[in-house]
Nanobody
Framework: QVQLVESGGGSVQAGGSLRLSCAVSGYTYSNNYMAWFRQAPGKEREGVAVIYHGGELTYYADSVKGRFAISGDNAKNTVYLRMNSLKPEDTAMYYC????????????????WGQGTQVTVSS
């Protein structure tokens, strides 16, 4: 059974940093694409960052380029999202997802999802 468990969310002031973690069990994250998505109230879900094959390739949404960094730890089977220079518009529930089955890496369909971790950025 595949499980993805996110952690590391919280409340920070604008300009601050957070590191989200996604611990994966029942699946080797480096076998396929893994992604971080976010969804703010009243908005559509947005693909934020993607890692492929343990870091061989990474992709970012334009809105987070230069501020966010996705990485993975093969030994821990965990994916991270380092978020710097946070803005109020980054406030959302953040989800990790594994195993792209269809479509673009940032907008496509993923097989497995975590429950999410809340990030709140105050001005």
């Amino acid at each position: 059974q595949v499980q993805l468990v996110e952690s590391g969310g919280g409340s920070v002031q604008a300009g601050g940093s957070l590191r989200l973690s996604c611990a994966v069990s029942g699946y080797t994250y480096s076998n396929n694409y893994m992604a971080w998505f976010r969804q703010a109230p009243g908005k559509e879900r947005e693909g934020v960052a993607v890692i492929y094959h343990g870091g061989e390739l990474t992709y970012y949404a334009d809105s987070v380029k230069g501020r966010f960094a996705i990485s993975g730890d093969n030994a821990k089977n965990t994916v991270y999202l380092r978020m710097n220079s946070l803005k109020p518009e980054d406030t959302a529930m953040y989800y990790c997802a594994a195993h792209l089955t269809q479509g673009n890496v940032l907008t496509g369909q993923y097989n497995y999802w975590g429950q999410g971790t809340q990030v709140t950025v105050s001005s």
